[in-house]
């Protein structure tokens, strides 16, 4: 969530910043304006409050002195005004109320503002390619696809997925489902042991508040599943883990904080009809490993080239070639203010495919979340910053894995940092 203040200052720069994320301009004015309106409401109904707050306390001691003057008469009706003063402030608590909430509302349908350096844009085409790694594997045969190789070894049933559970589910077996388990094992140990993440397994059902908090609620809640109870599915562990400091006012010296989680993700795919049909690129339930960082303001972009170095180095030591490029506003999350996506190449595609999207947030989510801390020496606290990554996703890299380690006869080699999770097995066939 913006800072009201901030917009109340720029109005101009939040119309620039809406219209760069492709809304219209009239749009993006019609909503400024109704931002600013609302919090005008507002803010002259809480000004009013207050001078009838200093009138009830000046009419308090007038009484007194009423009294003491032996005027019955005067602190009667000093009474009398007293009493229709506190009617008033009690239902204009009740107004203020509802003019937070109307404010509230509207700028919690309102994006993140871009960075200055993300280019401007309308869709992927225009992201900005900011480097390349590793070389893309020579084959001598016509590459395939994954669930062509997995459906071929007998380990990937789409099938019984469907008979189960309906389109966009997977069932893996044997080889490959141990393949896919020492890819998310491989990632977490990576993660904590090497790059300084604690590792966390938090609840896959969350609450309103907690999805509001990092964005999901209330616009995109047709993407989510929700309990028989009221609570919804989690879609990535960014949800929980960043939610650990929602309300908490943290000390200074302690960030950041850096939390990874290895869990299943849930999401109804709502806007995705008939892309990726065939396979598991695009399902609705899949296991990622999430990096969350919480810093301070000052941190938070060097967090966000860190991070991404983190996730890029789980790509080189499984030897898979990908690029990292920076998105640009028209193609950028709701909650983000600047993102790298990795896409790691998959020959049976021939195309490059998104495996990792690694953001910085700023203050954005701690509004919604009302998470500070106190820097060192201060007494005013300030509003963290978050930052959210797929350190990386595993079903992906798993895809990513068979595609380019396969082999002419459909088997398929174990790229060696996981030979020590597959048991020393060093082919799928």
């Given at each position: 969530?913006?800072?009201?203040?901030?917009?109340?200052?720029?109005?101009?720069?939040l119309?620039?910043?809406?219209?760069?994320?492709?809304?219209?301009?009239?749009?993006?004015?019609?909503?400024?304006?109704?931002?600013?309106?609302?919090?005008?409401?507002?803010?002259?109904?809480?000004?009013?409050?207050?001078?009838?707050?200093?009138?009830?306390?000046?009419?308090?001691?007038?009484?007194?002195?009423a009294?003491?003057?032996?005027?019955?008469?005067?602190?009667?009706?000093?009474?009398?005004?007293?009493?229709?003063?506190?009617?008033?402030?009690?239902?204009?608590?009740?107004?203020?109320?509802?003019?937070?909430?109307?404010?509230?509302?509207?700028?919690?349908?309102?994006?993140?503002?871009?960075?200055?350096?993300?280019?401007?844009?309308a869709?992927?085409?225009?992201?900005?390619?900011?480097?390349?790694?590793?070389?893309?594997?020579?084959?001598?045969?016509?590459?395939?696809?994954?669930?062509?190789?997995?459906?071929?070894?007998?380990?990937?049933?789409?099938?019984?997925?469907?008979?189960?559970?309906?389109?966009?589910?997977?069932?893996?077996?044997?080889?490959?489902?141990?393949?896919e388990?020492?890819?998310?094992?491989?990632?977490?140990?990576?993660?904590?042991?090497?790059?300084?993440?604690?590792?966390?397994?938090?609840?896959?059902?969350?609450?309103?508040?907690?999805?509001?908090?990092?964005?999901?609620?209330?616009?995109?809640?047709?993407?989510?599943?929700?309990?028989?109870?009221?609570?919804?599915?989690?879609?990535?562990?960014?949800?929980p883990?960043t939610?650990?400091?929602?309300?908490?006012?943290?000390?200074?010296?302690?960030?950041?904080?850096?939390?990874?989680?290895?869990?299943?993700?849930f999401?109804?795919?709502?806007?995705?009809?008939?892309?990726?049909?065939?396979?598991?690129?695009?399902?609705?339930?899949?296991?990622?490993?999430?990096?969350?960082?919480?810093?301070?303001?000052?941190?938070?972009?060097?967090?966000?080239?860190?991070?991404?170095?983190?996730?890029?180095?789980v790509?080189?030591?499984?030897?898979?070639?990908?690029?990292?490029?920076?998105?640009?506003?028209?193609?950028?999350?709701?909650?983000?203010?600047?993102t790298?996506?990795?896409?790691?190449?998959?020959p049976?595609?021939?195309?490059?495919?998104?495996?990792?999207?690694?953001?910085?947030?700023?203050?954005?989510?701690?509004?919604?979340?009302?998470?500070?801390?106190?820097?060192e020496?201060?007494?005013?606290?300030?509003f963290?910053?978050?930052?959210?990554?797929?350190?990386?996703?595993?079903?992906?890299?798993?895809?990513?894995?068979?595609?380019?380690?396969?082999?002419h006869?459909?088997?398929?080699?174990?790229?060696?940092?996981?030979?020590?999770?597959?048991?020393?097995?060093?082919?799928?066939?």
């Amino acid at each position: 969530m913006l800072d009201i203040r901030w917009i109340r200052e720029n109005p101009e720069a939040l119309v620039k910043a809406l219209v760069s994320r492709q809304w219209s301009k009239a749009e993006a004015e019609s909503e400024v304006q109704a931002i600013l309106d609302k919090d005008e409401i507002r803010r002259a109904h809480l000004g009013e409050l207050q001078l009838k707050q200093e009138r009830r306390n000046a009419a308090s001691k007038e009484i007194g002195n009423a009294m003491r003057a032996g005027d019955s008469t005067r602190a009667e009706e000093l009474k009398a005004e007293i009493a229709g003063i506190k009617a008033f402030i009690q239902d204009g608590e009740r107004v203020e109320r509802e003019n937070d909430r109307a404010l509230e509302e509207v700028l919690a349908g309102v994006p993140n503002v871009p960075l200055p350096d993300v280019p401007v844009g309308a869709d992927e085409t225009q992201n900005a390619e900011l480097r390349v790694v590793g070389d893309k594997p020579r084959m001598n045969f016509e590459p395939k696809e994954h669930f062509e190789l997995g459906e071929k070894l007998g380990m990937m049933d789409f099938e019984h997925a469907a008979k189960l559970s309906g389109s966009r589910f997977t069932v893996l077996k044997g080889q490959l489902a141990r393949l896919e388990r020492a890819l998310g094992q491989f990632m977490l140990d990576l993660h904590t042991i090497e790059h300084g993440y604690e590792e966390v397994q938090p609840p896959l059902l969350v609450r309103d508040e907690v999805l509001f908090g990092t964005g999901q609620l209330p616009k995109f809640a047709e993407d989510l599943f929700r309990t028989t109870d009221g609570r919804w599915l989690i879609p990535t562990a960014e949800v929980p883990l960043t939610n650990l400091v929602r309300e908490e006012i943290l000390d200074g010296k302690a960030l950041p904080l850096r939390f990874t989680a290895l869990t299943p993700c849930f999401r109804s795919e709502a806007g995705s009809a008939g892309r990726d049909t065939r396979g598991m690129l695009r399902q609705h339930q899949f296991y990622k490993v999430e990096l969350v960082s919480i810093t301070d303001e000052e941190t938070s972009l060097d967090e966000h080239e860190r991070m991404t170095r983190c996730a890029e180095e789980v790509l080189k030591r499984l030897g898979l070639p990908y690029r990292t490029v920076m998105l640009c506003t028209g193609d950028m999350g709701f909650g983000a203010r600047k993102t790298y996506d990795i896409e790691v190449w998959l020959p049976g595609q021939g195309s490059y495919r998104e495996i990792s999207s690694c953001s910085v947030c700023g203050d954005f989510q701690a509004r919604r979340m009302d998470a500070r801390y106190r820097p060192e020496g201060e007494k005013q606290t300030r509003f963290v910053h978050t930052l959210n990554g797929s350190g990386v996703a595993v079903g992906r890299a798993l895809i990513a894995v068979m595609e380019n380690y396969q082999n002419h006869d459909g088997s398929v080699t174990i790229p060696e940092v996981l030979r020590p999770y597959m048991g020393g097995m060093e082919r799928i066939g």
